[in-house]
T-cell receptor, first 113, second 111 residues
Framework: EAQVTQNPRYLITVTGKKLTVTCSQNMNHEYMSWYRQDPGLGLRQIYY???????DKGDVPEGYKVSRKEKRNFPLILESPSPNQTSLYFC????????????FGPGTRLTVL | GQQVMQIPQYQHVQEGEDFTTYCNSS?????IQWYKQRPGGHPVFLIQLVKSGEVKKQKRLTFQFGEAKKNSSLHITATQTTDVGTYFCASTSNSGYALNFGKGTSLLVTP
């Protein structure tokens, strides 16, 4: 089944404890992206990747890191999480390098205490 | 990135009534995408509009892209309870790589 998977789906952590949210797609998509969703703010793009080893900042990159060492994986890294990073995170992918139909993962709900 | 403003923020309708959400920009958009997110779910792609004045239909849903490519609308005819969710528009940046979402319109349909 063609899909985007994220792990973990739920995470409660404490301030400053490094964490990684994994994202994987099995559709051989070129483009992958991370979004955060907050009430009243909609979806905001954190980082995106047009291809392996090619990444760029979205609208809200502060406090996040990403890497794209393999085409199928695009992990989101929070080196030192803070409470303002409590949010619902979505990974998405699309076939072409430019923004095309975005296929979203199921989401990761992160709480930073 | 290119900002898109979406209105209204919320809409509550009786089942069978029509619903429209609007997406506006101060700059010309290269394209517009629409997504639906059910409560507790993830956004699901509905459609992409590219051409000036374009109109596309999907059953009871009608999508329009303005002549000036600065606005778009999604109209649902005779809403059903299955239409409940948040509808987002999104536009591509000039580079074609970043995607900017509107804040969404949450639709509630009561039977």
């Amino acid at each position: 089944e063609a899909q985007v998977t994220q792990n973990p789906r739920y995470l409660i952590t404490v301030t400053g404890k490094k964490l990684t949210v994994t994202c994987s797609q099995n559709m051989n998509h070129e483009y992958m992206s991370w979004y955060r969703q907050d009430p009243g703010l909609g979806l905001r793009q954190i980082y995106y990747s047009m291809n392996v080893e090619v990444t760029d900042k979205g609208d809200v990159p502060e406090g996040y890191k990403v890497s794209r060492k393999e085409k199928r994986n695009f992990p989101l890294i929070l080196e030192s999480p803070s409470p303002n990073q409590t949010s619902l995170y979505f990974c998405a992918s699309s076939f072409s390098r430019r923004t095309d139909t975005q296929y979203f993962g199921p989401g990761t709900r992160l709480t930073v205490l | 990135g290119q900002q898109v403003m979406q209105i209204p923020q919320y809409q509550h309708v009786q089942e069978g009534e029509d619903f429209t959400t609007y997406c506006n920009s101060s700059t010309t958009l290269s394209n517009i995408q629409w997504y639906k997110q059910r409560p507790g779910g993830h956004p699901v792609f509905l459609i992409q509009l590219v051409k000036s004045g374009e109109v596309k239909k999907q059953k009871r849903l009608t999508f329009q892209f303005g002549e000036a490519k600065k606005n778009s609308s999604l109209h649902i005819t005779a809403t059903q309870t299955t239409d409940v969710g948040t509808y987002f528009c999104a536009s591509t940046s000039n580079s074609g790589y970043a995607l900017n979402f509107g804040k969404g319109t949450s639709l509630l349909v009561t039977p």
